[in-house]
């Protein structure tokens, strides 16, 4: 039996904060000194990365919600220290499940108006592949972090989704 558009979206959401607890759960393991090198990725650092999933993260639920802070620049750190960037990591993964948990079929076929962050142009976009694109979005730059954290330490996480689907306990979708 097919998957429904709202399922789909709601297995995003579940993953996205279980992808995101693994990937920090590693992330602590470093030394101040890696968790802050520079090393070639998109946003230099695993700090500047991780910053980063959680930037796009608020400028992406604003639009989807209305509600909350949209920084105004995708390389802002929000956070200077790992602890603050973990426990607000963990309250945005939170309303992401939540979000995702209260879409239907209705809300995910209306579209959005946003403005991008660096250019000042209105787009229109329906809710679904503005879905799509942010949760692949953020499956893109954790597997930047994967790829430092490998780099450094010899290792990384397991990440795929295929994973996460199989765990037995997974939440529901």
Known sequence: MPISPVAHYRMFGHYNAWANGRLYAAAARLSPEQYRADRGAFFKSVHGTL????????????RFTGVGDAPGRLDAILFETFDELLAAREVEDR????????LDDARIARTIKYRRVSSPEPFEQQLAPALAHWFN????????????LTGLVGEAPELDLLFFQRLPARPAA
């Open 51 to 62: 910053n980063h999933l959680l930037v796009t993260d608020r400028i992406w639920m604003q």
């Open 95 to 102: 309303r992401i499940v939540d979000f995702v948990d209260g």
């Open 137 to 148: 979005h953020q499956t893109h730059h954790r597997g930047q972090v994967h790829a430092v």
